[in-house]
């Protein structure tokens, strides 16, 4: 078997030396796929695949024991309508191949997906970019709300120069999102790929400037902590992370499309006007206050000047006014009522009791808890209804569902008391 | 928590404790009760001090018939501090539990530089001539002329000290420096003296090594200290240079003619008393006739230093004829010189036995053994009987009785190197007399012999079986203890090859090859493009360091390393050298990273911690020999091999070790910290080296990292920075228990006894 293994690492030093040359599309695979780090050697020096799913749960469970304990107890506001700047590093860091094919290329990638998913869970928000490139940081996309116009602004733009410079890019953001409406929650999130920083000035006074003004900073590292990026995060009351590969990087992104908690002293409570546009009848025509010209159908119409829009959420270039659509305030809801996290139930304790081990099955897919060797496999429960889950439905009712089957098949007029609030 | 460990109750004033800090103390207690000597190797950052403080006073307090004092030694004023520090911590936690009654004295005791609230006195630069300005205002003869002359300054802070008298005391507390200055602002005493005084009460004394080890002025500040002490020596893997440089005197070309501008003031001033006062150089004859000035009848605050020589080897004896008078000595003095002077003039490298060094001096100059012997009592003696009190300017003299003492003393163990250019610049003539001291036992048996039990500890002690040979001791306990740690938060590698796979190494024969200085320069350019913040390289000597900078920049590596991070760079000078440093900590704070260079054996090796972002990575380039063509470094090897039976190779690696070990030890200064460690060099792979690094870097080492080059390493390193970036759980999961609560250690205690019962 260690033959095998040494086979392997000897191919992956060969294809360093034959990188320049060229390699045949067979052996690309391999180079592309690393199917070999997907094994581990276990004590008897037998292969076996990576066992993931423990890992990617745990991590899971500690995102969601970090945004309960946020929440303990009181009903907690959270910012819905968000104001957020995406940061990119694009300096000569940011071309190393560490990720493959380059960490640019998985950057835009994975931007793009995060950029889809947040219009999804905060359809009242908007973005804009900013890159960094050759010290200095360039505003691709001003704040908006529609998901295609940054992915376009973003994959026109796939170039990596020069020195990173963070303090460029903090000012940057900080000016343009001193004028947002102060019951917006302003935010920067930051894909940082370069180790150093190459500042005109002290870095120290920029970050006061952003904690004065509210701002909350958070930093995706791509290589290896940085002091200065985890003190920006700590003062702004952001998240840092740093991501170990490719799926962790994915995973660190999307942690941020949820609404972070809202700063106490900052969560005023606000009225905001806003318009439900009617969808225009089939076949009429109008002229796009969006695009400048004529379409047919398929458009919404402003409540309060009549302008034809395509998209929803947005606003109205011509009166300002916010126009949403009634389903998006409501996917926003669920940020309002999480679901209380599940707890674990203990291997060991679940066979001595006998009312558990009859009914074994998931509650969401059915399927049985008993794992592999008749060993009983990990489990959770509903604080609530009591009934138990498998670790796939854990995640899913956690973070796509947002509602407990369980709770919800036990009949009780709950619905009335929640449109009350 | 408190806990009990056998019969001892420990007040620890922590929640939680490392399994290893209560190994520690385990050992500790056991030693205390054998009443012996131990060694103790444990790393830095798991709580050494707080483990050793709080076992000690808990001790103390369970033993109240018999109460133990704690001598605590540190190298640094800024480790006596800290150590102060966590004192307070663990005293107002045993306050707090049981009352009054654990109040006890702590003091820390250092130079009057550090001391002093005389703002006149402090205003001089450094510490000779601090000491020579308080002389100046608080020498008794000072005083009792200013009661005629009122134009003469004193010290109103020691006039107001002794006023106070046998009042003057410290309430019970723990002092650092700085409550002792406030104390002695506050109520008007001198807070130097005080400390001084009050030594004699205080429960515990944190000091630094020279105190107990250098007999100068040991003799002086540690004399009244009672057997029933426990010292403690901290970071003392040095403790063998430091005891044989307490024993060594160097005399140069400088020195000599200082010498001889002493000795004519010293005629200039015997004139002028013959003139006016001729009955003081009487009585002073006098008294030496009888051997008073070797009983110290002097009143403390008169003293300075006592004779270099250790206690037990001080003749008992009066002072011999020919040097009884003033203007004799003097006489006797400038033959000395004049002999030195001559010996000075060689032109060839001279070693020396003490025995024979004497006899030529005897022959030549006509200066017997025995006179030797007293010069240094007897020049004190003579400077006291001509008030002289600016004692800076007379270092020289001073020197040179030193070196005639000890010369006189000791046979055995020495050697008198003299060198008349520096072997590295053989152009520029600087002759150099070595008294070297080849015996670091010999400083220390005193320690040894006096006190019940000397606990030696450090971070960094391996092989562990050497000190006790070194020191020629025998330990009760000695042991190394591994840290527990959550997370594998060190990274050692032993990188052999570059990048082109060819060996590197700092070996003589290789050093210079441009093909090794280039895969050094490639590795730490590549290395500076994936680690964060600070990095720091050592060098194995300033030339090399300078030599391989000097190529670097030449070649374009240096500018490729500019890129990324900034540079900078230790050099002899400290001025220059702590600003660099300081310039360095703020571009790691910024994030525009930086790269310092430095080297082993310097002070930034020694003293600077590079924690946390200050230093992710280290990189030790080539073995740190120490020069082996020194000549005192050969006599040393040569007295060691004949006396201890140590082979000079085992001692030359030892050497290179732990000084390498103390230099890569700088990244890692607590648990919560992570950093890496590259030793570059072909000769670390080796299993004779390797093994001498401490366990707690050995355990690290796997032997996937044993012989890398500079890509693997790369790669090692990327993945490692990954895995440490990401959070963590601090109490430790998956059996690996590394900190300990109160139940636990109940449940561990438990589990004790029955072993014990089967």
Redesign the interface.
């Known amino acids: 078997m260690s033959n095998q293994r040494k086979r392997l690492t000897g191919e992956r030093e060969d294809e360093d030396d034959e990188d320049a040359e060229g390699i045949g599309e067979w052996e690309r695979a391999y180079v592309d796929d690393r199917s070999w780090e997907e094994l581990q050697e276990d004590e008897s020096g037998l292969l076996r695949p990576i066992d993931n799913s423990a890992i990617y749960h745990a991590q899971y469970r500690r995102r969601l024991r970090m945004l309960s304990a946020a929440a303990a107890g009181t009903r907690i506001q959270k910012g819905l309508i968000r104001y957020l700047y995406i940061v990119i590093d694009f300096s000569r860091a940011a071309a190393e191949m560490d990720f493959r094919p380059s960490r640019i290329a998985v950057m835009a990638k994975h931007v793009e997906a995060f950029i889809r998913e947040f219009f999804d869970q905060n359809p009242l928000s908007q973005i804009g970019l900013v890159s960094i490139k050759n010290g200095v940081a360039h505003t691709l996309t001003d704040l908006g709300g529609s998901p295609e116009t940054h992915i376009k602004a973003l994959m026109g733009k796939l170039e990596a120069l020069g020195d990173s410079s963070l303090q460029n890019a903090l000012e940057l953001v900080n000016e343009h999102l001193s004028q947002v409406p102060s019951y917006g929650h302003r935010e920067v999130l930051i894909l940082y790929s370069a180790l150093c920083t190459c500042d005109p000035g002290d870095i120290m006074e920029t970050i006061q400037k952003c904690k004065k003004s509210k701002l909350r900073c958070s930093v995706i590292g791509l290589s290896a902590e940085m002091f200065i990026c985890k003190h920006l995060c700590q003062e702004t009351g952001g998240l840092y992370s740093v991501a170990v590969d490719e799926v962790h990087l994915k995973d660190l992104l999307l942690e941020h499309a949820p609404p972070p908690p809202a700063i106490a002293e900052f969560a005023i409570a606000n009225l905001i006007k806003m318009g439900f546009p009617q969808r225009a009848a089939e076949g009429s025509m109008a002229i796009c206050s969006c695009h400048k010209e004529v379409k047919i159908g398929a458009g919404y119409m402003c409540p309060r000047c009549k302008a034809r829009v395509c998209d929803l959420p947005t606003e109205c270039t011509i009166c300002g006014l916010t126009l949403v659509s009634s389903p998006h305030l409501a996917r926003s809801y669920h940020h309002l009522f999480p679901i209380a996290p599940f707890d674990e139930v203990p291997a060991f304790s679940s066979l001595n009791d006998s009312r558990r081990t009859l009914g074994k099955s998931c509650f969401g897919c059915q399927q049985s808890l008993i794992g592999t060797g008749n060993k009983p496999g990990q489990c959770v429960t509903c604080r609530k209804c009591k009934h138990y889950f498998c670790l796939d439905c854990d995640i899913y009712i956690h973070e796509s569902l947002h509602n407990c089957p369980g709770c919800e098949s036990i009949h009780r007029p709950k619905s009335v008391s929640l449109m009350e609030e | 928590m408190i806990f009990k460990i056998e019969d001892v109750t420990v007040y620890f004033p922590y929640d939680n404790i490392y399994p290893e800090q209560y190994e520690y103390m385990v050992e500790l207690k056991r030693t205390l009760d054998a009443k012996g000597h131990c060694l103790l190797e444990m790393p830095t950052g798991t709580g050494k001090t707080i483990a050793l403080l709080s076992l000690i006073t808990s001790y103390r307090l369970s033993r109240p018939d018999s109460p133990i004092k704690l001598v605590y030694c540190t190298r640094t004023v800024h480790e006596m501090e800290k150590t102060l520090a966590e004192l307070k911590v663990l005293h107002d936690y045993q306050v707090l539990h049981l009352g009054t009654q654990a109040k006890i004295l702590a003091i820390g005791l250092s130079s009057r530089k550090n001391l002093c609230v005389n703002t006149k006195v402090l205003a001089a630069e450094n510490r000779d001539s601090v000491d020579a300005a308080c002389r100046k205002r608080t020498a008794s003869w000072v005083r009792a002329l200013s009661t005629e002359k009122p134009n003469i300054e004193l010290c109103d802070y020691f006039e107001n000290y002794e006023k106070a008298a046998e009042n003057a005391l410290l309430p019970p507390g723990v002092y650092t420096l700085e409550d002792l200055r406030a104390f002695g602002k506050n109520r008007g005493w001198c807070p130097y003296f005080l400390a001084r005084h009050m030594v004699q009460f205080a429960n515990v004394i944190v000091y630094s090594y020279q105190y107990l080890l250098d007999p100068k002025v040991a003799g002086i500040i540690s004399k009244e200290l009672q057997k029933e002490s426990v010292v403690v020596f901290d970071e003392a893997h040095n403790i063998d240079n430091v005891c044989i440089e307490a024993l060594s005197v160097s005399v140069r070309r400088v020195t000599l003619e200082g010498a001889n501008r002493n000795l004519n003031k010293i005629n200039h001033e015997i004139d002028r008393f013959k003139a006016n006062d001729a009955g003081r150089l009487l009585a002073e004859y006098n008294r030496l006739v009888e051997g008073l000035a070797l009983r110290g009848d002097l009143s403390g605050g008169d003293q300075w230093l006592a004779n270099p020589a250790l206690p037990h080897d001080i003749l008992k004896e009066a002072v011999p004829g020919n040097i009884r008078r003033a203007e004799h000595f003097v006489h006797v003095l400038r033959r000395l010189l004049q002999y030195l002077g001559v010996r000075l003039d060689t032109e060839n490298v001279e070693k020396e036995s003490p025995v024979s060094f004497v006899s030529s001096l005897n022959s030549q100059a006509g200066i017997e053994q025995k006179t030797l012997k007293f010069c240094y009592d007897r020049l004190q003696s003579l400077m006291l009987t001509l008030e002289i009190t600016d004692t800076d300017e007379f270092l020289p003299i001073q020197t040179v009785c030193d070196f005639a003492t000890l010369v006189g003393t000791y046979a055995r163990g020495f050697s008198i190197i003299i060198e008349p250019y520096d072997e590295r610049m053989p152009h520029i003539p600087d002759p150099i007399l070595q008294l070297s001291c080849h015996d670091a036992s010999l400083a220390i048996k005193p320690v040894f012999d006096r006190f019940q039990s000397v606990v030696i500890t450090s971070g960094t002690l391996s092989p562990i079986d050497l000190y006790p040979r070194l020191l020629s001791f025998t330990p009760v306990v000695s042991r190394s203890f591994k840290m527990s740690m959550t997370r594998d938060c060190i990274c050692p590698m032993v990188l052999t090859r570059g990048s082109d796979q060819l060996p590197v190494s700092t070996k003589f024969d290789m050093r210079s090859d441009p093909g090794v200085v280039r895969n050094y320069g490639k590795l730490l350019v590549e290395m500076v493009?994936?680690?964060?913040?600070g990095v720091v390289c050592f060098f194995v000597s300033y030339s090399y360091m300078d030599g391989i900078i000097a190529t670097w920049n030449e070649t374009g590596i240096l500018k490729e390393i500019m890129q990324?991070?900034l540079v900078f760079i230790e050099t002899q000078d400290v001025v220059e050298t702590t600003l660099a440093l300081d310039n360095y900590r703020r571009a790691?704070?910024?994030?525009?990273?930086a790269v310092f260079f430095s080297v082993a054996r310097g002070k930034v090796a020694e003293g600077i911690d590079f924690d946390?972002?200050y230093g992710?990575l280290v990189v030790m380039y080539g073995v740190p020999f120490q020069y082996t063509l020194s000549k005192i470094l050969l006599a040393r090897l040569e007295y060691l091999r004949d006396t201890f039976q140590i082979k000079e190779g085992d001692f030359l690696t030892f050497d290179a070790l732990r000084q390498a070990a103390q230099c890569v030890g700088r990244v890692i200064r607590s648990k919560a910290d992570y950093g890496m460690m590259i030793f570059a060099d072909k000769r670390y792979s080796r299993h004779d080296k390797r093994s001498k690094l401490p366990g707690w870097i050995l355990s690290h080492l796997r032997d996937a990292h044993l012989n890398l080059s500079t890509?693997m390493a790369i790669h090692i390193a990327?993945e490692f920075?990954?895995?440490?970036?990401?959070?963590y759980d601090k109490t430790g999961t998956m059996g690996r228990k590394t900190l300990l609560t109160q139940e636990d250690l109940e449940k561990m205690a438990e589990t004790a006894v029955q072993d014990m019962a089967y």
């Open positions: 493009s994936i680690v964060p913040d990324q991070k790691c704070d910024c994030g525009r990273g946390r972002h992710r890509d990327r920075l990954r895995k440490m970036a990401q959070p």
